[in-house]
Nanobody
Framework: VQLQASGGGLVQTGGSLRLSCVASGRTLRDYVVAWFRQTPGKEREFVAAVRWSTTTFYAASVKGRFTISRDNAKNAVDLQMNSLNAEDTAVYYC???????????????????WGQGTQVTVSS
């Protein structure tokens, strides 16, 4: 499966952005899909994920502000990000895997497929 991430940009503190991860080659319904983010010099950080059953998982830092959802018509997984702050500034990546177990969902090393990153910058 090939993943294409989009939707990043520059936004002010308190603003919103919606990222989209569109897949080609296979249906994303067969995969756990996650969003990670990374800043220079730091390890890739788990943000959110959705399982085949649409069960969702969130990092504590984004829970209540971010929402991950499937758009089966587009073969995509979106990440709605609200109440953004400077700590959310990062390159955001989407990832997918068809065999990952629940306990490994936050582990970026467990994902076989990655999209290119999309930059999110939150200015104060």
């Amino acid at each position: 499966v090939q993943l294409q991430a989009s939707g990043g940009g520059l936004v002010q503190t308190g603003g919103s952005l919606r990222l989209s991860c569109v897949a080609s080659g296979r249906t994303l319904r067969d995969y756990v899909v996650a969003w990670f983010r990374q800043t220079p010099g730091k390890e890739r950080e788990f943000v959110a994920a959705v399982r085949w059953s649409t069960t969702t998982f969130y990092a504590a830092s984004v829970k209540g502000r971010f929402t991950i959802s499937r758009d089966n018509a587009k073969n995509a997984v979106d990440l709605q990000m609200n109440s953004l702050n400077a700590e959310d500034t990062a390159v955001y990546y989407c990832a997918a895997d068809s065999r990952i177990i629940q306990s490994s969902i936050p582990n970026h090393n467990q994902y076989d497929y990655w999209g290119q990153g999309t930059q999110v910058t939150v200015s104060s």
